[in-house]
């Protein structure tokens, strides 16, 4: 007890006082004599603390960390946010205490995510509630707007803009979709394996039904060419002829249509001069297209062999060259568009 402590550690100061007087010590004893009052003295304050401390554990707050205004999103994206606490004890579970969210969102109460996809344009006030284990709570007001699309961007090709083999959402379309914010909307409607022909023949129902003339500006993203040369052994010629008609036809409903040169990734030597007349052609004339994008230039995309960001396969893509081409086309959507 403290105050035990404190009275023995005043006897013991009493009696190493009177000690000195009582033997007429010499001078090295009251030397000792006063390193021993140091000692005790030091010992009744340091169990005063020790008792302090034992009675006033030191806790942290339980508290919400989320900044107050969350990411915002629109009426087309899947959204998933997590709301993070920091201190309290124990397991900690979620609820919304007052407010709503946008309809179509829903609150996973256990790990505190918001999650689904909203149904209708404005924003949204409600109050977050965390209860940790032994009953502590807080509280905090969130803000969530929901915003139009105001713009489009559709990206067709093969299994590169597909994305394989990485996760989807490494991919360079959802990486895309991250950078250009809400106000954009990503449609991906590559496939493995597509041809030039395949996607001619697919775009009616996949492209052209999906054109919105409300919107600011409504994009497609036209990168192929490597399965023709590969699989259909097709010379740079035909894709390049196929690629025209094909912008064309977006042309003709008032799309923004953009077309890629084709990088390496050739699995035949002797097919790689397809590739390169391919290249040569769309780049000396595209303006059936308003902007030519020129892959093949980007210093990442120079040699199939470089590891970082070419698969073992030499042919498919990793998650940094996704993260290249998302920022490469990011870039330039953020230019205003040259009519």
């Known amino acids: 007890m403290p105050g035990f402590n404190l009275i023995l550690s005043r006897k013991c100061i009493k009696a190493s006082l009177s000690f000195p007087k009582m033997l007429k010590l010499n001078l090295p004893v009251k030397i000792l004599q006063f390193l021993t009052l140091s000692l005790l003295f030091s010992l009744a304050v340091f169990s005063q603390s020790v008792t302090v401390i034992a009675r006033n554990p030191s806790r942290q707050t339980l508290s919400i960390t989320t900044a107050s205004s969350l990411p915002p999103t629109n009426i087309e994206m899947v959204y998933s946010q997590n709301l993070n606490s920091a201190g309290g004890s124990g397991t900690k579970t979620w609820r919304i205490s007052s407010g709503s969210l946008p309809v179509g969102l829903a609150f996973d109460t256990t790990a505190g995510v918001i999650s689904g996809i909203a149904r209708s344009v404005g924003t949204s006030v409600f109050t977050a509630r965390v209860t940790d284990g032994s009953g502590a709570k807080a509280d905090k007001?969130?803000?969530?707007?929901?915003?139009?699309?105001?713009?489009?961007?559709?990206?067709?090709g093969d299994s590169?803009?597909?994305?394989?083999?990485?996760?989807?959402?490494?991919?360079?379309?959802?990486?895309?979709?991250?950078?250009?914010?809400?106000?954009?909307?990503?449609?991906?409607?590559?496939?493995?394996?597509?041809?030039?022909?395949?996607?001619?023949?697919?775009?009616?129902?996949?492209?052209?039904?999906?054109?919105?003339?409300?919107l600011k500006r409504d994009v497609v993203i036209l990168w192929t060419g490597i399965n023709d040369i590969n699989d259909s052994n097709r010379t740079g010629q035909y894709i390049y002829n196929n690629i025209l008609d094909y912008?064309?036809?977006?042309?003709?409903?008032?799309?923004?249509?953009?077309?890629?040169?084709?990088?390496?990734?050739?699995?035949?030597?002797?097919?790689?001069?397809?590739?390169?007349?391919?290249?040569?052609?769309?780049?000396?004339?595209?303006?059936?297209?308003?902007?030519?994008?020129?892959?093949?230039?980007?210093?990442?995309?120079?040699?199939?062999d470089n590891t970082t960001y070419y698969q073992p396969d030499r042919l498919h893509l990793t998650e940094a060259a996704n993260e290249v081409l998302a920022n490469t086309f990011f870039k330039l959507l953020k230019q205003?568009?040259?009519?």
């Open 141 to 156: 007001v969130f803000t969530l707007q929901v915003v139009a699309v105001t713009n489009s961007v559709t990206v067709e």
């Open 160 to 214: 590169r803009t597909v994305g394989y083999p990485v996760a989807i959402n490494l991919t360079y379309p959802v990486k895309l979709q991250a950078l250009l914010g809400p106000t954009w909307r990503v449609r991906n409607v590559a496939a493995n394996g597509q041809t030039t022909d395949n996607m001619l023949a697919d775009a009616p129902t996949q492209v052209d039904a999906f054109r919105d003339a409300s």
């Open 247 to 304: 912008a064309r036809g977006k042309k003709a409903i008032s799309f923004e249509m953009w077309v890629c040169t084709e990088i390496p990734g050739v699995v035949a030597a002797e097919r790689e001069i397809a590739r390169l007349n391919f290249n040569q052609l769309i780049k000396a004339n595209y303006s059936p297209a308003d902007k030519l994008i020129d892959l093949n230039a980007l210093a990442a995309f120079a040699s199939k």
């Open 336 to 339: 205003p568009r040259r009519h």
